[in-house]
C-alpha cells in the first residue's frame, strides 16, 4: 500500500489533472473493493484458509484509507493522529487473525448467525453503492477522461505488476500470491465516495471512477485472474 500511494500520488502529480481531484485519483487508484467484493471471490476461489490471507491484507487498507486516504481526500487535509488508524475495519481484522489462531470456536447457533450477518455484506453493498449514483447524471460518468486511467491503474497496473513483483520471491506460497493479486484486481472501492462526501472532496469525479471501475470490472477481474490461477 504504502509502495501503490507513493508510485499513484507521483503519477498524478506529474500529469496535469486538475488539483481537486488529484486526491480522488490517488486514493482511487490504491484502495479497492477488498471486503465487499474480494472476500466473497477469495472465499469462493480458496476456501477459509485464503479468506484469512484476505482478512490479513486488508489491515493495510483500513490503516491506511482511514488516516493517509482521509487526509488526500480532504480539501483541508486532516491531520493524521493514532486515532486514525484504529478503524472498526482494522479492528475488525486484528481480531478475526486472533481468534483464527486461538484454540476458541464459537458455538454453532452463534458461528451461523454471524455467518448469515455476514453473507448480507455482498448484497447490501451493492444497494449501497446503487444509492451512491440517485441524482447522478449518466451520462456524465463515461465522459471524465482521468477515471479511465485510474481505473487502469486500479484494475490492470498494479494486480499485474504486483504479481510481477512476486516472481522475485519465489518461496511465497502460492496461496498468498493468488490472495494478493485478486484482492489487487478488484474495482474501486465504494469507500471513495463516502469518504469523499465526508470529507468535501470531489464526489463526481469519485462516483465516475467507482461506477466506471465497477463496469469494466466484468472484464478485468476474470482477466487478472486467469493470469494468476
Same mark, same amino acid.
Given at each position: 500500500?504504502?509502495?501503490?500511494?507513493?508510485?499513484?500520488?507521483?503519477?498524478?502529480?506529474?500529469?496535469?489533472?486538475?488539483?481537486?481531484?488529484?486526491?480522488?485519483?490517488?486514493?482511487?487508484?490504491?484502495?479497492?473493493?477488498?471486503?465487499?467484493?474480494?472476500?466473497?471471490?477469495?472465499?469462493?476461489?480458496?476456501?477459509?484458509?485464503?479468506?484469512?490471507?484476505?482478512?490479513?491484507?486488508?489491515?493495510?487498507?483500513?490503516?491506511? *484509507?482511514?488516516?493517509?486516504?482521509?487526509?488526500?481526500?480532504?480539501?483541508?487535509?486532516?491531520?493524521?493522529?493514532?486515532?486514525?488508524?484504529?478503524?472498526?475495519?482494522?479492528?475488525?481484522?486484528?481480531?478475526?487473525?486472533?481468534?483464527?489462531?486461538?484454540?476458541?470456536?464459537?458455538?454453532?447457533?452463534?458461528?451461523?448467525?454471524?455467518?448469515?450477518?455476514?453473507?448480507?455484506?455482498?448484497?447490501?453493498?451493492?444497494?449501497?453503492?446503487?444509492?451512491?449514483?440517485?441524482?447522478?447524471?449518466?451520462?456524465?460518468?463515461?465522459?471524465?477522461?482521468?477515471?479511465?486511467?485510474?481505473?487502469?491503474?486500479?484494475?490492470?497496473?498494479?494486480?499485474?505488476?504486483?504479481?510481477?513483483?512476486?516472481?522475485?520471491?519465489?518461496?511465497?506460497?502460492?496461496?498468498?500470491?493468488?490472495?494478493?493479486?485478486?484482492?489487487?484486481? *478488484?474495482?474501486?472501492?465504494?469507500?471513495?465516495?463516502?469518504?469523499?462526501?465526508?470529507?468535501?472532496?470531489?464526489?463526481?469525479?469519485?462516483?465516475?471512477?467507482?461506477?466506471?471501475?465497477?463496469?469494466?470490472?466484468?472484464?478485468?477481474?476474470?482477466?487478472?485472474?486467469?493470469?494468476?490461477?
Amino acid at each position: 500500500y504504502l509502495v501503490f500511494l507513493f508510485l499513484s500520488a507521483l503519477l498524478f502529480r506529474v500529469l496535469p489533472i486538475d488539483r481537486d481531484k488529484r486526491g480522488v485519483a490517488i486514493t482511487s487508484s490504491v484502495f479497492a473493493n477488498t471486503g465487499f467484493m474480494g472476500f466473497p471471490i477469495v472465499l469462493s476461489l480458496l476456501g477459509t484458509e485464503g479468506l484469512l490471507y484476505a482478512s490479513s491484507f486488508n489491515v493495510g487498507y483500513s490503516l491506511f *484509507m482511514f488516516s493517509i486516504g482521509i487526509m488526500l481526500l480532504s480539501p483541508e487535509k486532516q491531520k493524521i493522529t493514532f486515532r486514525s488508524f484504529l478503524s472498526p475495519n482494522f479492528i475488525a481484522c486484528i481480531i478475526a487473525n486472533i481468534i483464527y489462531f486461538s484454540p476458541y470456536r464459537f458455538p454453532p447457533v452463534l458461528a451461523q448467525t454471524i455467518s448469515t450477518v455476514g453473507a448480507m455484506t455482498v448484497p447490501l453493498s451493492m444497494i449501497i453503492i446503487g444509492a451512491m449514483f440517485v441524482g447522478s447524471a449518466f451520462s456524465t460518468i463515461f465522459t471524465e477522461p482521468w477515471a479511465y486511467l485510474v481505473v487502469f491503474v486500479r484494475q490492470l497496473a498494479i494486480p499485474a505488476a504486483l504479481y510481477l513483483a512476486f516472481t522475485f520471491f519465489p518461496g511465497i506460497s502460492r496461496t498468498v500470491v493468488i490472495v494478493c493479486v485478486i484482492m489487487a484486481a *478488484m474495482p474501486v472501492g465504494s469507500y471513495n465516495v463516502i469518504l469523499s462526501k465526508m470529507y468535501g472532496g470531489n464526489v463526481r469525479f469519485a462516483e465516475s471512477c467507482l461506477f466506471l471501475s465497477m463496469f469494466t470490472c466484468l472484464a478485468t477481474v476474470p482477466l487478472i485472474g486467469a493470469m494468476v490461477l
